[in-house]
């Protein structure tokens, strides 16, 4: 939540962060902001809404410098407009923030602020609290505002009396730092540092950064100089733009068949699944008698399909645990319970917390992370990268799908650590998981009439989506997919459960998605479908290209799915669905990429 930006050099601050902002602008779409100091002067210019509108009032305003801070908002303390924009400014202090100061109104009390602050926010009593503590020695102040503060945050601060420095630092809330040709530059994820250099490292928490024009300096909360643990971008910068899409949305699930090769290709060794690179021993999937899987939404939902995998192949017991309920539901996880945390971001504070805490109860732990060096990569104990790329759109599409393709190696790979499978058993498998790729891209080819059947749902109020087993964790998904980009209420349900309640929901005209791709379920999937069908619901049927249908009964829309093994089924039908979803959001006109209310990276419970 909140994108964060700092720049100091020869380059055009100004231009240089507002690039930046739009590339951190699924971070939180708000308000933004900038602040450039230069000749002891501050200047703020920051308004509601997106960065567009900041660059424009940046036109007119023409502001000076080549020091200079800005950011993204995504509301928590403060309504949307003008006055909570950041960078927020306190004497001589300006500051921006990501996070949560969850004791700003003691803070406010202790420091009298009560009627001296601009804005409503809890950023603004950090930038007053610097301010009292500020006496010229820019880490003291830092270190002494640090000590009082709880809750989470990154801050970018400058000091009027501090020529061209830019100080960060932070509690939970990410920012990397990296030098550039020309400057120094810091952010809250590689995505903005990416096109000017591809080594960045990440702010160490409580740890001091200070950003000068031809160095970065990093001292710990005691003053002392730290070492600087230096990363390389692992991504090819040059497919971070739209590519001639219209939207990120549609580039991401148009590369999916790409990044899921990227995935799983270099843990296939001899055709068996390997996580030698990843230095995950085998007794990691021996040892364990159970498993706990702690992710939020989408991430969740690859998790629930991870479940019926490991369950149906494995035999022991998976939990998914929604990392916003893990710590209410009194966790109980301990060193027989291998916990694997999915997160695209890696950032996401529930899925952090959750994961520290069944570190703390001794539970082995893996990470299925997308962002290089994100603090859940660096909780766990092992990772596992998915090598999605930088995935743009708020949406999630392609960090699922690579989410999935890691978790069908982990199954392969502990059938094989416990051995489950015989040897043709496992290459089956591996061979099955190879090709989703190519399967992936036959369903992207059928764009066209995916985007007619959308017309299914464009303009419905609500939508159902029925299935069972695997397929309902696929339409749990779908249903999410569809809910956030285009506003229409839709409820996955497992059809099974529908006669007890929901089936009072379905008249005439609903709209029903069903999918059907289980050879174990289908029977009892189709009567289900007849029972909404004969309440006169308009079903859209998701099923396997070599289904037959019973000639007799009416299907109006049928979208044929190319044909993979069942447990499988969840790559190509996921796709179609997330392409349902993007059409329905691009026919209604809406911005398919910045949902409203939303954010890409959820660090504030
Ligand atoms: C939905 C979506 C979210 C995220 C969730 C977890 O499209 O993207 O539901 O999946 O906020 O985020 P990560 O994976 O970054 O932990």
């Not at 231009?15 to 308000?31: C, F, N, P």
């Not at 703020?44 to 567009?52: F, L, Q, W």
């Not at 960045?200 to 990093?218: A, D, I, Q, T």
């Amino acid at each position: 939540m909140c994108g964060i930006i700092g720049y100091t050099g020869n380059g055009n601050a100004e231009k240089i962060m507002l690039d930046a902002l739009e590339l951190l602008e699924y971070r939180g779409y708000d308000s933004a902001g900038i602040a450039l100091l230069h000749q002891g002067r501050t200047q703020i210019i920051k308004r509601a809404g997106r960065v567009k509108d900041l660059r424009k009032l940046c036109e007119t305003v023409k502001p000076v410098g080549c020091c200079g801070i800005g950011h993204t908002r995504w509301a928590t303390h403060g309504g949307v407009c003008d006055e909570n924009a950041h960078p927020h400014r306190f004497g001589p202090v300006t500051l921006i923030h990501n996070g949560i100061i969850e004791n700003y109104r003691e803070l406010m009390e202790k420091y009298h602020l009560e009627g001296r602050l601009a804005s409503e926010t809890d950023s603004e009593v950090a930038a007053a609290v610097v301010e009292h503590f500020y006496t010229g020695d820019p880490y003291s102040a830092i270190r002494r505002t640090v000590l009082k503060l709880k809750g989470t945050f990154a801050f970018a601060i400058m000091f009027d009396d501090q020529p061209d420095k830019i100080f960060a630092v932070r509690n939970v809330s990410p920012i990397v730092a990296a030098l550039t040709q020309d400057g120094a530059i810091l952010a809250s994820d590689v995505a903005a540092v990416a096109p000017f250099t591809t080594d960045y490292f990440v702010l160490p928490e409580f740890h001091v950064v200070c950003l000068e024009k031809e160095k970065v300096s990093l001292f710990d909360l005691s003053g002392d100089h730290a070492q600087i643990d230096w990363l390389k971008v692992d991504w090819d910068v040059s497919r971070s733009g739209k590519c001639g899409y219209p939207f990120y949305m549609e580039k991401e699930i148009m590369e999916q068949p790409q990044v899921i090769r990227e995935t799983i290709a270099p843990r296939i060794r001899d055709g068996r699944p390997d996580f030698s690179a990843e230095q995950i021993p085998d007794s990691l999937f021996t040892d364990c008698k159970r498993i706990c899987v702690i992710a939020c939404g989408t991430a969740m939902h690859a998790g629930l399909v991870g479940k019926s995998l490991i369950q149906a192949m494995i035999g022991i017991h998976v939990d998914v645990v929604m990392a916003s309920e893990f710590m209410y539901n009194d966790p109980v996880v301990d060193k027989d319970t291998l916990v694997i945390a999915i997160s695209q971001s890696g950032e996401t504070i529930d899925t952090l917390e959750a994961l520290k805490f069944a570190r703390k109860c001794g539970s082995p732990s893996i990470c299925v992370v997308n962002v290089m060096g994100a603090s859940i990569a660096r909780a766990g104990e092992y990772v596992i990268y998915t090598h999605a790329g930088p995935e743009i759109a708020v949406a999630s599409t392609k960090a699922y799908t690579t989410q999935l393709a890691v978790l069908y190696l982990i199954t392969a790979r502990m059938a094989m650590a416990r051995g489950l499978w015989s040897g043709e058993e496992l290459s089956d498998f591996m061979a099955e998981l190879e090709r989703v790729p190519q399967v992936i891209r036959r369903v992207l080819d059928t764009k066209e009439e995916i985007h007619r059947l959308s017309g299914a749902v464009l303009n419905a109020r609500d939508v159902f989506m029925i299935g069972r087993g695997l397929d309902y964790s696929i339409l749990l998904e779908g249903s999410l997919k569809l809910k956030e980009v285009s506003y229409i209420h839709s409820e996955a349900y497992a059809s099974g459960e529908l006669k007890h309640g929901t089936i009072a929901l379905i008249t005439e005209d609903t709209p029903v998605i069903a999918v059907v791709t289980q050879e174990k379920l289908k029977s009892k999937e189709l009567s289900n479908i007849r029972e909404v069908q004969s309440r006169g619901a308009r079903v859209l049927l998701l099923i396997k290209e070599n289904e037959t249908l019973d000639a007799g009964e009416q299907w109006s829309c049928v979208y044929r799915l190319p044909q993979m093994k069942d447990p499988f089924m969840v790559m190509p039908a996921s796709v179609a669905l997330q392409m349902i979803a993007y059409f329905v959001s691009l026919d209604k006109g809406l911005d398919v990429d910045k949902p409203r209310n939303l954010a890409k990276v959820v660090t504030v419970e």
